[in-house]
């Protein structure tokens, strides 16, 4: 009976032994769990990279905005000075093509105005595609 005992020990401290060789002895495991590691490590960096460019992206179009309006904001004071300051020369001033008067507002409405719609097209035909006439 002792020697049934010592059997089923042997069997059950041989089953642990090979268990923890295996776990820790195995070379497949092991670059598994080393690969799964660095993935994880690339997706966080990814994702830091990510939010980056999104950080980047937003703080570029803020100052662009910016940039935007203090240009409209040095035309309208160009625009306003040269028609103070040379009115006699209303047909040679650099600005005079923009129709600009002074104390209106700044608006989309002023800017896009129906009067003048985009010109898309040509006036007439330009004969490009004609053939040619021999006479």
Not at 10 to 31: C, D, T, W, Y
Not at 55 to 81: G, T
Not at 95 to 103: D, E, I, M, Q, T
């Amino acid at each position: 009976m002792t020697w049934e005992y010592a059997l089923i020990v042997g069997l059950v401290v041989g089953l642990i032994i090979g268990a923890l060789a295996m776990r820790f002895g195995n070379r497949k495991l092991r670059q598994q769990t080393a690969l799964q590691q660095e993935l994880d490590k690339s997706r966080a960096e990814l994702e830091t990279y990510r939010q980056e460019l999104v950080n980047h992206f937003s703080h570029s179009a803020e100052l662009l905005e910016k940039m935007a309006q203090d240009y409209r904001q040095f035309h309208k004071h160009m625009v306003k000075s040269s028609t103070t300051l040379l009115p006699d020369m209303a047909s040679s001033n650099p600005f005079s093509y923009l129709n600009f008067k002074p104390g209106a507002a700044d608006s989309e409405e002023d800017r896009m105005s129906p009067e003048h719609p985009p010109r898309d097209y040509s006036e007439g035909a330009s004969g490009l595609f004609r053939p040619e006439r021999k006479e």
